[in-house]
């Protein structure tokens, strides 16, 4: 194993950053470690020097920009990069550039915001940030089209989480829980969602907010039993289904816990946006992802849901599930395309510490996931979707993305609040989180709920004053 240890003279900390970097040339940190990488900045540049014995490698001097948030970060990027492809003689794929974070688009609205022509983006962020231009041309019509479903930024979004599924899925790093068999444990956590519903009430009066979405997800929410599950609609449709809504979603993503029945009751209150999620079409997939499901189950769901009232729905799809070829893919993405679903979220897999799979060697090269990637592009763009939130993750193969599309008009309102950061979120749940912008709309105040239900449980009214405070001015 290839390790470093990293020395600095930076005030703050980029620990993180060079090792984004490093981990491109499988290079890991340990403080013993006898190759030494220094980053130094002397107050306009940043150079790495990287030694071990005899062997010394240097990078040149990054310039960096003054008075630009994030640029000393983008330079000691740039000096580790070069650094260590000198040393290695590595040429790493750089699918994103130097771009690391979950929200590329965050840095593309902030630049626009700042003034820059839309045209100009591509080229600045491949100069920059080693983007490749295809990729800076998506992320520059991203946020054209975010900015025509969203233009009012003081829209405010709800999501309210229930951490709890039919079974676990090996993939998965999320903290949800099995959700309990008996109607009693079930109704007792409802309690305190309630409450805590009640509170965000209370805060939504007490600024006049403006909400526009509301999401409930998790965990599955249909994993509930119906009555219960009825009692979540009811208290949500009624406290919170404000006339200001324009869109109401819940994730009843996991077939084997869909019901016409409660498909019904979502009618009922109003939902007009839900997600199905086959994942993949390979009953022996599903069996190895824990999913106790299988694609016929899928296909009934998704039938059902078709044919009510419900106006939009989404199917999403992985790749780079264990065991999968791009061929099984591909076959994926053509049969779920036929089914001209109104959103199509393509993910890339993505295995985190917490994920049973975690540390298991993925199926599909960096290369082939990009390539079926491109080609899931293709089959939305043939059913006239257009790409319209992005993300990216640590740990996703080949340092990927996940995208969504939609059918012109179908955007989820609530997808753009959460991932671009430029609107208040109201979290309520469990794992959910809160964030308000501050005024230059692009820091945020922030409130992670605890992913523990016990703790959230036990903290709730400690956990609502504090969310109630990022409200204060
Ligand atoms: S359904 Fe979603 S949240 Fe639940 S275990 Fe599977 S991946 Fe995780």
């Keep these: 194993m290839k390790t470093y240890k990293l020395i600095h003279n930076l005030d703050f900390d980029v620990t993180r950053s060079v090792h984004d970097m490093a981990a491109l040339f499988a290079y890991s940190p340990d403080r013993d470690s006898d190759t030494v990488l220094k980053v130094h900045y002397d107050g306009s540049c940043c150079q790495a020097v990287l030694y071990t014995g005899e062997k010394v490698q240097q990078s040149g001097a990054v310039t960096c920009a003054a008075g630009i948030s994030g640029e000393i970060t983008r330079c000691v990027k740039l000096a580790v990069l070069e650094v260590l492809t000198r040393f290695t003689g590595e040429q790493p794929r750089l699918p994103w550039g130097i771009l690391t974070g979950v929200r590329p688009g965050k840095l593309a609205h902030k630049l626009l915001d700042g003034g820059m022509e839309p045209d100009q983006l591509p080229q600045y962020l491949l100069d920059k940030y080693l983007l490749p231009l295809q990729r800076g041309k998506l992320l520059k019509e991203i946020c054209i089209l975010q900015d025509k479903v969203l233009p009012y930024r003081k829209a405010v979004g709800i999501y309210i989480g229930i951490p709890y599924c039919p079974s676990k899925c090996t993939y998965c790093s999320f903290p949800s829980g099995i959700v309990p068999q008996d109607e009693e444990s079930q109704q007792n956590f ?261 992913k523990n239900i016990a703790t959230y449980t036990e903290n709730l009214q400690q956990l609502a004053e504090k969310r109630r405070k990022l409200f204060e001015k």
Excluded: W
Excluded at 293 to 305: C, K, M, N, P
């Design 190 to 450: 409802l309690n305190f969602i309630e409450q805590d519903i009640d509170s965000v009430v209370k805060l939504i009066s007490m600024h006049s907010l403006n909400v526009s979405s509301l999401y409930i997800g998790g965990g599955t929410p249909t994993s509930l039993k119906e009555k219960v599950f009825a009692r979540l609609m009811q208290c949500a449709a009624k406290k919170l289904f404000l006339p200001s809504v324009r869109e109401f979603t819940v994730e009843a993503g996991r077939p084997d816990c869909f019901s016409a029945e409660k498909l019904r009751i979502m009618e009922d209150f109003g939902v007009s946006r839900i997600s199905v999620n086959p994942q993949t079409l390979h009953d022996r997939t599903l069996r190895l992802i824990g999913r106790k499901h299988t694609a016929a189950d899928f296909y009934r769901a998704y039938e059902i849901a078709a044919q009510s009232s419900i106006a939009v729905i989404n199917t999403d799809l992985i790749v780079g599930l264990p065991g999968e070829t791009a061929a099984d893919i591909e076959y994926t993405l053509t049969e779920v395309a036929k089914l001209r679903p109104q959103n199509l979220t393509v993910h890339t897999l993505t295995l985190k510490k917490g994920a049973e799979l975690f540390g298991s060697r993925p199926t599909l090269s960096a290369l082939e996931a990009e390539t079926v990637l491109d080609k899931g592009a293709q089959a939305a763009a043939a059913t006239g979707m257009r790409p319209y939130y992005l993300y990216r993750q640590h740990y996703m193969l080949g340092q990927l993305a996940n995208t969504g599309y939609a059918l012109p008009g179908t955007e989820s309102i609530y997808n753009i609040q959460m991932m671009e950061e430029r609107h208040t979120v109201i979290g309520i749940g469990p794992s959910s989180a809160t964030k308000v912008p501050l005024q230059d709309g692009h820091h945020l105040r922030k409130l992670n709920m605890p």
